[in-house]
Structures are given as structure tokens and as C-alpha cells.
């Protein structure tokens, strides 16, 4: 392994350390339950996400050494190969990013859960990114089919994370602060701890936030549907009968801040992108690289930003001198894939493909992108590297960005060089990470 490629590889192992469950969760339940202050009799632990199995795995073994007098029950929810193994609390595995049966079952028993609280009970929220799929509990009327079309064409119009959620949330009968509004009713307190996967770590879109108030309105999620061009052709008539509806006030908003008055709610948002960057920052500058953090909020379309982080390259070689430089960043890309396409990959390989075939007159760049939860789009790896090496191997394979880019087959182009970053789920989830090395 060359010294490049190490590098890379162990900046992405410093982001992924930080944002560990095991080491977080039990660090900030102390915060929320100080010493004397610890749950007592009822503590019911919902959750959904890909990082929600390992955050109650993390909770269990917290509860057991330090609440005594708690009675832990629950469920969580989360993707299929990220179980977390648990004795009081379930674990139910689900599809994501598009829902399934399996998932609508899960979450409708949450709802029951929540729904039989009492007066003093605690309800403790374990929330993190993919959770919105997850959570799917549609309201009525609206099927799990319904629920599942919407999401892919969603998915395939190249709306962001943000604007899915949007919508998605007005559909729900647990999302945008309805779990919440459910257990206010039942008059218990509620605690939740969120591992953020978007960009500006809002409660109120991680997850399509189920316990925090909603900015957003019907109104927001119909002109999203219209900005991308998505109707009756695309969006099932019981989807856009009921936003219509909510548009008109005919159905109740969202939970909103007003909402809260007087309730015992706290949404704890325990780990997030830019920490993550932070820690990769961190281990970089003691290889000898100064680094360069660009944000948690890039976003846009990925070959698009490989285009840009190329030129910013470029821009950084020219106009400084003394130490290598580590350009790091997050957020959240998309790809857009016309109809004909099938596509395989994910926005972050193919981010550093276009990176790669934007920078051939940088030939000591390396960079690697992946997805910090462990899976990239639609295959099993988190994202890909390239080195000078690497470079070198594509063109004495004939192996031309420009094709695969076209066809959308990122992962196709970096498996052939034995270029992927396989980590298998990670159980954690704060968004993407990407590195560029930039050698003197």
C-alpha cells in the first residue's frame, strides 16, 4: 500500500472514529441523566436508522452499569446487514433507501409503543440518517406502494436529501415531529439523541425529524414535486390528493415550535459531519499535510462537483507554496439518472470520477470519497480512491472515465482497478466524506 493511499484510508478511519456510537452515546446520556438523575421505572427506546441498532447496543450497555432502577423496552429500526445485537431492546431490519413492508410493520408498532405511555414515562428517541425511509408509516389513506413510488421518483429526479424529506414527512404519520406530538399527549418526557447525516444538523430534517418541530409546510412539499416535474405521471393520486388537502388545511400541519410550549421534548444532536471532518483534519496534519476543511454542506449534482473540486485544486497548487495540502469536505451529492439508465455506483464514486477525469494535469493528486454508513448507492462498497498508480492503471487498461461517466458505472470503472473502499456497514452515519491529496 502505497504511503498516498494510506493516508486516505486512515483519514476516513479518523472521520468514522468519532461519529462511533459505542464512545458517543454513552458519553452524552451522562450529560442528559447526570449522577442522581438516572431513568426510573419505564424507558421506552424507539429509533430508525442506519446507525440506530449500534446507538441502542451503545445504550443498553450504558443502562445497565449506571440505571439500575430502569426497565428498558423498545424498537429500532434499521437497513438491512447493520443489526447491532441487543436483549431488551428489538431490532428490526428494513429496506432503505426505498421502504418495504417490513418497515411500515416496524414503524407502526413504534406508534403503538409510544402511544401507551403514561404520565412520568421517558421515551428516549435514538435517531440517525436513513431513518426517514425507514420510518415509513403513511398516513391514511395512503399505501406502502404509494409510499415507495414517490420515493423513487424522488430518488431518479435528483432531488436533495432535504427536499425528499420534505415531502415524505407530510406523509407520515410519524415523521415531522408526530412521534413527539404523540408522546406529549401521553404526557411523557422525551429525550433524543440524533446522529446527523445533513447538512446543517437540523433536528428537523434528520431523519425527517419524528420528535423536533417542522419548518416546512404542505405547500413546501407540492412545489417541490413541481419543481422537479413530478406529477400524475410520476406521483400516485392518494400522495398528491393528500398534500393538496393539507395545502388547503384541511389535515394538521406538522409539529411546530409553538407546539412545544410547556413539554418536556429535547432533541440532543450528538455527532455530526463536521466533526468528522475535524478528526480527519486532525490526522492529516500530523502526516504533514495542512488542511483545507470546504464545509459539511457541499451539495449538487456529484460530476458537477468533481468538475469544481478539480479546479479548486488546481487553484490551491498555483497560488500557495511550503506544505502538501488535504482538501476536505462533506455533504451530501446527488446523480441524476435519465430513465434509460440502470446506473451502478453511488454519488460518491462517482464524484471522484469526475474528479479523476477532471484533473489529468494533476498527476500527483490522489483522493478517495465514500459514504461514512459504509454503503455508496447501489452496491456494497462505501465509495472508491485513486492515486497516481491508480491513473496510470486506467490508462494501461484503456479504461476511459469519460464512457463509464456517461453510463453512470462508477462502480464498474473502480472495480476494475481494485480501487473500491469496502468497509461493510460501519453502524454510523454523518453524511459523506471526501479527501483530496495534493503533493507538491
Known amino acids: 500500500m502505497s504511503q498516498q493511499e494510506t493516508i486516505l484510508r486512515s483519514a476516513f478511519a479518523a472521520a ?159 415523521q415531522g415531529g408526530n412521534l413527539a406530538r404523540l408522546a406529549i399527549a401521553r404526557g411523557a418526557r422525551i429525550e433524543a439523541l440524533l446522529i446527523s447525516d445533513v447538512t446543517g444538523d437540523s433536528p428537523a430534517d434528520i431523519a425527517s425529524g419524528p420528535c423536533a418541530p417542522d419548518y416546512s409546510t404542505y405547500q413546501d412539499a407540492l412545489d417541490i414535486l413541481a419543481k422537479h416535474h413530478l406529477g400524475t405521471n410520476s406521483i400516485p393520486k392518494s400522495v398528491l390528493s393528500h398534500l393538496e388537502r393539507g395545502a388547503a388545511g384541511e389535515i394538521p400541519e406538522t409539529l411546530k415550535v409553538g407546539d412545544l410550549d410547556n413539554t418536556q421534548v429535547k432533541n440532543h444532536v450528538i455527532a455530526t459531519a463536521y466533526k468528522s471532518l475535524e478528526a480527519a483534519a486532525d490526522y492529516v496534519r500530523t502526516q504533514g499535510y495542512e488542511p483545507v476543511i470546504l464545509g459539511d454542506t457541499i451539495t449538487g449534482e456529484a460530476q458537477d462537483v468533481g468538475v469544481d473540486q478539480a479546479d479548486l485544486a488546481r487553484q490551491y497548487l498555483m497560488k500557495t507554496i511550503g506544505a502538501p495540502i488535504a482538501i476536505i469536505s462533506g455533504g451530501e451529492c446527488t446523480v441524476t439518472i435519465p430513465d434509460e439508465v440502470k446506473g451502478r455506483g453511488g454519488r460518491c464514486s462517482e464524484y471522484l470520477l469526475s474528479l479523476l477525469a477532471a484533473s489529468t494535469d494533476l498527476p500527483k493528486i490522489a483522493a478517495l470519497a465514500a459514504d461514512t454508513d459504509g454503503i455508496d448507492g447501489s452496491e456494497k462498497n462505501a465509495g472508491a480512491w485513486f492515486t497516481p498508480a491508480i491513473r496510470q492503471a486506467a490508462h494501461e487498461q484503456n479504461l476511459i472515465p469519460s464512457k463509464y461517466l456517461s453510463e453512470h458505472d462508477c462502480y464498474g470503472f473502480f472495480a476494475q482497478l481494485d480501487a473500491l473502499v469496502e468497509t461493510g456497514p460501519t453502524l454510523t452515519n454523518v453524511n459523506d466524506f471526501r479527501i483530496i491529496l495534493l503533493d507538491r
Not at 412520568?120 to 435514538?126: C, H, K, M, T
Not at 395512503?142 to 407530510?170: F, Q, W, Y
Open 16 to 174: 468514522l472514529a468519532v461519529a462511533d456510537p459505542k464512545e458517543i452515546v454513552p458519553e452524552y446520556l451522562s450529560k442528559i441523566f447526570p449522577l442522581g438523575s438516572e431513568p426510573k421505572g419505564k424507558c421506552l427506546v424507539v429509533g430508525a436508522g442506519k446507525a440506530s441498532a449500534s446507538m441502542a447496543t451503545a445504550l443498553e450497555s450504558h443502562a445497565k452499569t449506571h440505571w439500575p432502577n430502569a426497565t428498558l423496552e423498545g424498537l429500532v429500526l434499521t437497513r438491512y446487514g447493520h443489526h447491532s445485537p441487543t436483549s431488551d431492546i428489538q431490532i428490526i431490519e428494513a429496506g432503505h433507501p426505498v421502504p418495504d413492508q417490513a418497515g411500515m410493520d416496524g414503524a407502526k408498532e413504534i406508534h403503538r409503543l409510544v402511544g401507551e405511555l403514561q404520565a412520568g414515562d421517558i421515551l428516549i428517541a435514538l435517531i440517525s440518517g436513513g431513518g426517514s425511509s425507514l420510518l415509513t408509516l403513511p398516513q391514511a389513506g395512503i399505501s406502502i406502494e404509494d409510499m415507495r413510488k414517490t420515493t423513487e421518483a424522488l430518488l431518479r429526479s435528483g432531488a436533495p436529501i432535504e427536499e425528499m424529506n420534505v415531502v415524505r414527512k407530510h406523509l407520515s404519520a410519524i
